[in-house]
C-alpha cells in the first residue's frame, strides 16, 4: 500500500505535470470540466492532461486550461493498454487524480508513478490502492456535482468560479445558425434517450409533450435516438410546428451550441442534460431509477433555479438499477408513474420563469 497523504497536504503540494484521469460518462466529465480552470488559477505554470474516452475526447479537446488530451480507447486491444500506460509512465506526473474510480483506472494511476495519487471514497474494484490521498466526504450520498468539486477543496479555491468552458469553434455556430435559421422562438430541445432502459421515459410520452409545445423542437441526442426522433416527428406529423431530429448529427461541441442556445431541454437523466445545465439552459429533468439530488444537475444559484426536476413516487424509485427488479405489472411501472402532465407542468414552470408563454398547440 503507498504512503498516505494527509488531504490537508494538498493545500500547500507543488506540481509541474497534473493528470485528470476521467475517462467517462458524458455527464460526469460536463461535472468535472469546471476543475481545469482550477487546476490552472492554482497551478498556473503546470501541464495538465486529461485521460479521456475516445468518443468523449471533442467535448474537451482546444480547452484553454487543458496542455494535453489523452484518448482511451475503451474496447481497444493489448497493444492499445500498453501504449497508453507507457505514455502516462513516460509524462512522469507528479500529481494524479482518478476521478472514476475504477480497476483499470486505477491501474493507469499506479503506473503514473507519481508521487502523490488522489482518488475519491466512491471508488471500486480496488482503485483506490493505488492512490496515497482519498479526498474526504466524496462518498456516493454526496451529489455528484459536489463529489467533483471536494477537488476544489482540498485545493483550497471553493470560491473559485465553477464555470464549464467548451471550446466551440467558429465552424460549430455556423452549422448552429443555419439549423435555427427559421425555427420559431420557444425552441424546445427533447433528449429522449439514456444509457439505462430504467432511466427511458417512452417515446410516446415526449411526443406528447411535442405535441402540446406552442413553439419548434427539436430532438437530439446520438445515433441511438435517431429512431426516436423520428417517432416523435411522426407523432407531431398533423401539427403546424417545426420538428426536427438532429439526434445522431452533432458532434458534442455542436450538441453544446445547439443546447445553449435552446430555451429548455426535456430530458431522462443522461449526459445532454448536464450539459444543457453547465451551459445554463433551463432544464426539465426525468428521474425514475435515479436521485435527482444525487444524479442531477445542481439547483442552487440563479442558473440552477431555473431547473424542473420530475421524479417518479414510487417505493423503488432511486434504486439505481439498469434492468427493472420487477416482473409483471410493476416491470418498470416508474415509467408509466411519471405522466405527460407532470412533465408538462415542470415544462411551464420553465417557461414562466424565463418569461415564455407555454401555451398548449
Known sequence: ??????????????????????????????????????????????SVSWVVRRD???LI????????????HRDGNWRDWRQLLGLLRRRRFDLVFDL???FRTGVMTFVTGAGVRVGLQTAREGANLACNCVIPDSGRDVPAHLRYWRVAEVLGRERDPRTAIISATEADSKWLADQLRYLPRPIMAIHPGAGWVTKRWPVEKFAAIARRFAGSVVVVGGSSERLSGSQIIR??????KPVL???????????????????LLVTNDSGPMHLAAAVE????GIFTCTNPVVSGPAMNGTAGEQHELVSTGLACAAGYHKVCPHRGAAHLACLAEVSVESVWQAVARVLDKRRVTARPA
Open 1 to 46: 500500500m503507498p504512503f498516505r497523504i494527509s488531504p490537508l497536504s494538498l493545500l500547500d503540494i507543488d506540481a509541474n505535470r497534473i493528470c485528470l484521469i476521467k475517462p467517462s460518462a458524458l455527464g460526469d466529465i460536463v461535472q468535472t470540466l469546471p476543475l481545469l480552470g482550477i487546476l490552472r488559477r492554482r497551478f498556473p505554470t503546470a
Open 100 to 102: 472514476q474510480g475504477l
Open 281 to 284: 439552459t433551463p432544464v426539465v
Open 235 to 240: 407523432a407531431t406529423a398533423d401539427s403546424p
Open 245 to 263: 431530429n438532429l439526434a445522431g448529427q452533432t458532434t458534442l461541441k455542436q450538441l453544446a451550441v445547439l443546447l445553449k442556445k435552446v430555451d
Open 56 to 58: 468523449l475526447a471533442d
Open 61 to 72: 479537446t482546444g480547452h484553454p486550461d487543458l496542455t494535453e488530451v489523452i484518448p482511451f
